[in-house]
């Protein structure tokens, strides 16, 4: 997988130091805990999975653009992975559910072009949070690589 030019799904593995409550755009002001997030998304588009970079770089405030709910959750967090999974198929949905059945749910974030309850899941542990990640891109017939927070090198699956 090259992060560069391939399309599929990701999740973002966040970690929020401190509880905060924060404005994120028609959501409203939101009340989140400290710990650690999940946030699930498609980069099935022209650009692939330089979308994770794109959100990388508002994260650490190069890009202050606020364009989708993440964008206001980014800049409070430290990014620790991403699961990511080439496809073309849609499959952005079955990988949110599966993480939601693992873990708590904050609705109505990342999922106003859906049905879903949301997009972004959160849990105390890190790595509670990433098994639950892949376990959910594998459960949606996906094959999940690790990509660490070092220039996303691609690392062993979990």
Same mark, same amino acid.
């Given at each position: 997988m090259n992060p560069s030019y391939d399309k599929g799904i990701y999740t973002l593995i966040l970690q929020l130091r401190e509880s905060t409550s924060q404005e994120v755009g028609r959501l409203g002001i939101l009340h989140l805990t400290s710990g650690y997030y999940a946030y699930t998304g498609s980069a099935r588009g022209s650009g692939g999975f330089k979308r994770i970079y794109r959100h990388l770089s508002v994260l650490c405030g190069r890009n202050m653009t606020?364009?989708?709910?993440?964008?206001?959750?980014?800049? $409070?967090?430290?990014?620790?992975?991403?699961?990511?999974?080439?496809?073309?198929?849609?499959?952005?949905?079955?990988?949110?559910?599966?993480?939601? $059945?693992?873990?708590?749910?904050?609705?109505?974030?990342?999922?106003?072009?859906?049905?879903?309850?949301?997009? $972004?899941?959160?849990?105390?542990?890190?790595?509670?949070?990433?098994?639950?990640?892949?376990?959910?891109? $594998?459960?949606a017939g996906l094959s999940p690589k690790r990509l660490g927070p070092s220039r996303l090198a691609v690392t062993d699956t979990v």
């Open positions: 606020r364009k989708w709910h993440i964008d206001h959750l980014l800049p $409070l967090t430290s990014f620790r992975c991403a699961v990511a999974s080439s496809t073309d198929q849609d499959l952005e949905c079955a990988v949110a559910k599966g993480i939601g $059945l693992a873990c708590e749910s904050v609705p109505g974030f990342g999922c106003t072009d859906c049905s879903c309850i949301s997009h $972004l899941h959160f849990a105390s542990g890190c790595e509670d949070l990433l098994d639950a990640a892949m376990q959910a891109h $594998l459960g």
